[in-house]
């Protein structure tokens, strides 16, 4: 089955560290990946995607991610976190007809970002 | 542009009342997608329309249905709420429809509670 795992709920770090959200896939066929963040009461905000290419991905708002084929894993990264950064990020890989008419999203269970001042 | 607009806001039931949920997108998008998101499960899918005229099942489909009105809109009803249905609702669009690899774009969300 083709599923995405967050394996962390909650992440905490100070402002001015580095950051780390943990993203591992499981599909057929080559993965096409995203990320988005929610801020409260809002909906979701794409923050990036990897379909091909370098595995170093480009964001929004200083986020990167590093795709990993032999582990299977688009970890969201920044180098430096700030307080406004504190959100919910769900990773997401597309499943469906390639060739045809769908693209379906399936999300992983979220990650909550608390970045301390 | 407006983007994804979704009515109501927020939204109380009582268990067997129905309702339908509205979700219209300006962007000229052919595929429009319902999602409900439950605490720690992340969002799952409940129906889509990959282009106007149709529809298809999403993950979690029961107790739901749908109506692709026009390119625009794309509605969700509840024919008999139940307490299971407690959830928060989006909407998402997306260009193109054919095997592209876009991003989906979302409305601000639904928050309905069943009683």
């Known amino acids: 089955a083709q599923s995405v795992a967050q394996p962390e709920d909650q992440v905490n770090v100070a402002e001015g560290n580095p950051l780390t959200v943990k993203c591992t896939y499981s599909?057929?066929?080559?993965?096409?990946l995203f990320w988005y963040v929610q801020y409260p009461n809002r909906g979701l905000q794409f923050l990036l995607k990897y379909i091909t290419g370098d595995n170093l991905v480009k964001g929004s708002y200083g986020f990167e991610a590093e795709f990993n084929k032999s582990q299977t894993s688009f970890h969201l990264k920044k180098p430096s976190a700030l307080v406004s950064d504190s959100a919910l990020y769900f990773c997401a890989v597309r499943v469906g007809n390639y060739g045809g008419a769908t693209n379906k999203l399936i999300f992983g269970t979220g990650t909550l970002l608390a970045v301390q001042p | 542009n407006a983007g994804v607009t979704q009515t109501p806001k927020f939204q109380v039931l009582k268990t067997g009342q129905s309702m339908t949920l509205q979700c219209a997108q300006d962007m000229n998008h052919n595929s429009m997608y319902w999602y409900r998101q439950d605490p720690g499960m992340g969002l799952r899918l409940i129906y889509y329309?990959?282009?106007?005229?149709?529809?298809d099942k999403g993950e979690v489909p029961n107790g739901y249905n749908v109506s692709r009105l026009n390119k625009r809109e794309f509605s969700l009803r509840l024919e008999s709420a139940a307490p299971s249905q407690t959830s928060v609702y989006f909407c998402a669009s997306i260009p193109g429809g054919t095997g592209g690899f876009h991003e989906q774009y979302f409305g601000p969300g639904t928050r309905l509670t069943v009683t």
């Open positions: 329309s990959a282009s106007e005229g149709t529809t």
């Open positions: 599909v057929s066929g080559n993965p096409y």
